[in-house]
């Protein structure tokens, strides 16, 4: 059975930084381009970040805070997220990228707050 587990979320103080990880089981995350999704309270679904094998996309609102990567050893998708605002609290989900969504995870709850 094919299923994702995000993990790294926590509550963290503006301007601060976090990272996460999304990692599979039942099947290879080097196959797939992956992204990082959230849904803040409220509000619906967003893609916030994604990585194939040659590049990354990124949302305006995170661009040059965030940084996504592939992580071979642990075969992990992670993404590092500086600079932390308030709106950027959420939970953080992965999938794969462009529909045809693989069942989704808990996701991590991340909370930027003073």
């Known amino acids: 059975q094919r299923r994702l587990v995000e993990s790294g979320g926590a509550l963290v103080q503006p301007g601060g930084s976090l990272r996460l990880s999304c990692a599979a089981s039942?099947?290879?995350?080097?196959?797939?381009?992956i992204g990082w999704f959230r849904q803040a309270p409220g509000k619906e679904r967003e893609g916030v970040s994604c990585?194939?094998?040659?590049?990354?996309y990124y949302a305006d609102s995170v661009k040059g805070r965030f940084t996504i990567s592939r992580e071979y050893v642990k075969k992990a998708i992670d993404l590092q997220m500086n600079s932390l605002k308030p709106e950027d609290t959420a939970v953080y989900y992965c999938?794969?990228?462009?529909?045809?969504?693989?069942?989704w995870g808990r996701g991590t709850q991340v909370t930027v707050s003073s």
């Open positions: 039942g099947f290879n995350l080097e196959y797939y381009v």
């Open positions: 990585i194939s094998e040659t590049t990354t």
């Open positions: 999938n794969k990228w462009g529909g045809a969504y693989l069942p």
